[in-house]
């Protein structure tokens, strides 16, 4: 990740128009617009979650839970722009969960209701353990033993525990892990230098990491399952207003996008102001009825369409102005396109599911095109801002 710091900044102000350079200034401290040290705390946050996931392994390692992956960093505060203030960031973290031994995942559409954002079940069935060349004698084969037996051996399953019926149920891991990190705090590390708390949370495990200072670390991690080999996954944590079943798993473009903007920061110059922009039009939007993830989408359209030694720091201004452009002629014609649908300009690192390749773009302002009153008042809105 790339971090711009204050003192390249004026440095390069040395060379600028001095009335830009000073609306620059102005910009950076009305906005808060430099970076707060977003990496070196997520890198805190994972090292974290990664001697946490340790303690889990050790525990679980010959149980029926699931096997959880290491920790993927998505949301703002990970991808480098975060644009609240440092001690009200949260770092959202992605937890891969696998099929322990003895079980399979398989992923099946969800057709109970219509949403904009596909959902999906996880079904969870049992897998033979009894043949292949090394048995597992620590892991009984819940297939081929009776139900008594495994009574008699006080043998738990998966289904029993964290499914309703033969479905993975995000409410109830989020449940267990939350009960697990409680009594595994004591045997961490960063036991030491935090006292921990874990928030009131349906889906997820959302932890307030407090230091002697009196100074916050929030951390929310989301468990997902992944689809195929691709960036795609199942998130357990719903967004917004939607709030289904604990046994419906929404998927999820987070990972993409985090993998988008590393792709990003990696072939930019280091004085790149592409996050600086995201962190200002965020700030600008704020309190509107204009939703981040709108912003974020007209972004990576433009890190695509704008060549990227054209977001050096010096064009920072003309950048904001084309990012506010962009959305508002996205607004006048109804539409914005979805960036990981149908885009023939996706860089090959990202790896989507063929049925993302083929398709039609979706449309994020299909509300304002089936609604001519919302895209007018969207209009003023905007206008005003």
């Avoid at 679980?60 to 505060?77: M, Q, T």
Wanted: proline share 7%.
């Amino acid at each position: 990740e790339v971090v711009n710091s204050t003192d390249s900044e004026s440095e390069e102000s040395e060379e600028e128009d001095p009335a830009e350079a000073n609306m620059i200034w102005i910009f950076s401290r009305r906005f808060q617009l430099s970076v707060p040290k977003l990496a070196s705390r997520k890198r805190v946050v994972q090292d974290l979650l990664s001697d946490l996931l340790q303690v889990c392994h050790s525990l679980f390692s010959d149980s029926f839970f699931p096997v959880l992956e290491p920790v993927i960093g998505v949301g703002s505060a990970c991808e480098g722009w975060s644009p609240h203030k440092e001690e009200d960031v949260v770092y959202c973290m992605f937890v891969p969960l696998k099929p322990p031994r003895g079980y399979a995942f398989l992923l099946e559409p969800d057709t109970a209701q219509e949403m904009p954002q596909a959902r999906k079940r996880v079904r969870v069935e049992l897998v033979c353990t009894c043949t292949g060349e090394q048995p597992d004698q620590k892991v009984p084969c819940l297939l081929h033993r009776s139900e008594e037996e495994l009574k008699r051996n006080q043998v738990a399953s998966l289904l029993h525990t964290l499914c309703t019926g033969p479905y993975l149920d995000g409410e109830k891991i989020a449940l267990w892990f939350q009960t697990f990190v409680i009594s595994a705090w004591s045997v961490m590390p960063q036991s030491r230098h935090y006292s921990m708390k874990v928030l009131p949370s349906c889906r997820s495990c959302k932890m307030q990491l407090m230091k002697a200072s009196g100074r916050s670390l929030f951390v929310e991690m989301v468990f997902s399952v992944q689809q195929g080999d691709s960036d795609i996954f199942l998130s357990s944590q719903p967004t917004g207003a939607q709030f289904p079943p604990g046994t419906t798993w929404l998927e999820s473009c987070a990972v993409a996008e985090a993998k988008f903007f590393r792709h990003v920061s990696m072939q930019a110059s280091p004085h790149s102001c592409h996050l600086k922009c995201l962190r200002l039009c965020a700030r600008l939007l704020e309190g509107s009825g204009f939703s981040t993830y709108a912003l974020k989408t007209t972004v990576m359209h433009l890190l695509i369409l704008i060549p990227l030694p054209e977001w050096q720091h010096e064009y920072f201004l003309m950048r904001v102005d084309d990012i506010m452009c962009y959305l508002r002629c996205c607004l006048e014609e109804k539409c914005l396109k979805h960036f990981f649908f149908g885009n023939e300009e996706m860089p090959e690192e990202i790896s989507l599911p063929p049925a993302f390749q083929g398709a039609q773009p979706l449309n994020l302002f299909q509300h304002l095109a089936q609604d001519p009153a919302a895209q007018t008042e969207a209009l003023q809105e905007f206008d005003k801002l």
